[in-house]
RNA sequence: GCCCCCAUCGUCUAUCGGUUAGGACAGGAGAUUCUCAUUCUUCAAAGCGGGGUUCGAUUCCCCGUGGGGGCACCA
């Protein structure tokens, strides 16, 4: 085991998304690719924004995508407790360290980190007031991501609130010190926030950790960043809608990451292998839906069939589509395996495999103008009928086999019977195969739907 | 307003000074299949602008412009 300990620190106000995945993946991907430690610390210091609830939509979507963290909640590990609320002790003990260097101060009873440097009084036209600002030196960010950034901290800044409360920038770097933190892999959007953690890193005499910033994900329509507020924005509806975990660990790995060649499609080893902080992009990146749905499908594609048959099964459950009590297994296993290679994702199952479950399935009033208006439909579905009664319906070769006999009988082509037939077992003209229909559905249902809308025509 | 980061097809990206600027998604056209989807072929599609440095810049530097983020007793 290397020395790299990493941290992924969620804060449970909010669902959990897209972008906070993205960090906790390349925070856990460094971990696994150094063989270093990966922890996972709950930033709940700000109790009137915390539930439970949160809190366990953080464990199941980590677990969800595949991110076992080697140490925190529910884990152990030397440098506990793992939730920022369970750890008043030692922030005060690390107060009283800054308080006993002088570097604090108390002001409307709150306690102030106190900057070097000379002050003076400045009307800060934005906050349309007046502050003190500190002539301090510039701060030297390491960044792994962007090189060496220089900012300038230049006021004094809350770690105690009047409440007695530790604030966001005080308890974590506290934290990442006595977590022995050396790598703060988090996103941009905190870069700015980063020299105030330099000051307080320096004030504790400690070395700085490595920072590496990442990209951020943009919302995919109109400005700024994804929030979790937009569309497809949280994790737990990707779990809902039956996406592929993989599927989506492997797309947000090539968001602000590449493994430097072509390749896409990667098994999480081989990323673990490739990842690499400095091969991070620096720019921010859109999210595409389209995209990470076609990195879906071809996840699903390749899926062995038990497997695929076992995430269809807790789906329907999930969905609660058969309201009426389960097909036969038998019977819900042959329909699943004839829709597997035809779909795009597992949503997708229940609309695309419903005649197969019911007789009461709408017959597409465009599809079946369409399909009347060629041919002689009545006539080849007579034929249809009168060739299922007693057809070998035992092999999809065999069903085929048939109708093209039949077929080439009339010098007609196979399409002449599949159009009509298929609109008549399934209301569409979308589907599996017809022969795959036939055999699955079975002689009874096929012969019954044929004549209910012969007589329609 | 101040500070920080960024800049290649619509989108995600490759290119570590010399390439017909490549791939993927999305889009167009075609082929295959009983429909649909898949698959295959194919087309269209990019270096933000201006200055430098250099024999030569998408690549290095500067200035604009544009995009993003931050400037709380939120995290």
């Known amino acids: 085991m290397s020395q790299v300990r990493v941290r992924f620190a969620p804060s449970p106000t909010g ?15 460094y971990a696994r690719h150094t063989g270093g430690t990966f922890v996972l610390r709950i930033e709940d210091t700000d109790k009137e924004r915390n539930s439970e609830e949160f809190l366990n939509v953080i464990y199941d979507s980590l677990r969800w995508l ?3 963290w080697d140490e925190g909640p529910g884990k152990g590990g030397d440098f506990g ?7 008043d002790a ?7 360290k800054l308080k006993a260097a002088g570097r ?7 306690v102030y980190f106190k900057l070097l440097g000379e002050r003076s009084e400045v009307f800060d036209e934005h906050r349309k007031k ?7 030196t510039p701060a030297i960010i390491d960044d792994q991501i962007r090189g060496r950034v220089e900012r300038i901290e230049d006021e004094d800044f809350v ?13 974590n770097v506290v934290d990442d010190i006595a977590m022995k933190i050396t790598h703060v892999i988090r996103g941009e959007d905190h870069l700015s926030n980063t020299s105030k953690h330099v000051e307080l890193f320096k004030a504790f005499g400690v070395p700085v950790p490595k920072f590496a910033h990442i990209p951020l994900i943009l919302k995919q329509n109109g400005p700024g960043k994804m929030s979790k507020r937009d569309q497809g924005a949280l994790i737990e509806e990707y779990q809902r809608r039956g996406y592929l975990p993989e599927a989506l660990v492997n797309f947000l790995s090539l968001l602000g990451w590449n493994p430097g060649d072509d390749r896409e499609k990667m098994p999480i080893a081989e990323i673990i292998r490739l990842f690499d902080l400095p091969g991070v992009n620096q720019s921010n990146a859109r999210f595409d839906d389209k995209k990470l749905a076609h990195m879906n499908m071809t996840y699903l594609l390749e899926l062995p069939e038990e497997k695929f048959l076992e995430l269809a099964r807790v789906y329907f459950e999930k969905q609660n589509v058969f309201t009426a009590g389960w097909p036969a297994e038998t019977y819900f296993r042959e329909v699943i395996a004839l829709a597997h290679p035809k779909i795009k994702g597992i949503e997708e199952l229940p609309a695309y495999t419903k005649y197969f479950f019911t007789e009461d399935f709408v017959i597409d009033d465009k599809v079946r103008a369409k399909v009347l208006s060629k041919g002689e439909p009545k006539a080849r579905l007579a034929e249809l009928i009168e060739l299922l009664r007693t057809a070998d319906l035992s092999s999809d070769l065999a069903i085929e086999d048939a109708i093209k006999k039949l077929a080439e009988s ?28 036939f055999r699955v559905l079975g002689r009874e249902k096929v012969l019954a739907r044929l004549e209910r809308f012969g007589a329609t025509l």
């Open 81 to 87: 407790p793992y939730r920022q609320s369970e750890r």
């Open 410 to 437: 009339k010098s007609l082509g196979f399409g002449d019977y599949q159009a009509v037939a298929r609109l008549a077992v399934s209301g569409t003209n979308v589907g599996p195969s017809i022969t795959g229909m």
């Open 15 to 29: 669902f959990f998304h897209i972008g906070s995945a993205r960090t906790a993946l390349f925070n856990w991907l």
């Open 66 to 68: 595949g991110m076992e």
């Open 130 to 136: 007046t502050v003190t600002k500190v002539a301090n």
């Open 159 to 171: 770690i105690v609130r009047s409440d007695g409360s530790p604030v966001f920038h005080f308890v």
């Open 104 to 110: 604090t101060y108390e002001k409307d009873g709150a």
């Open 90 to 96: 030692i922030y005060k003990e690390y107060l009283e």
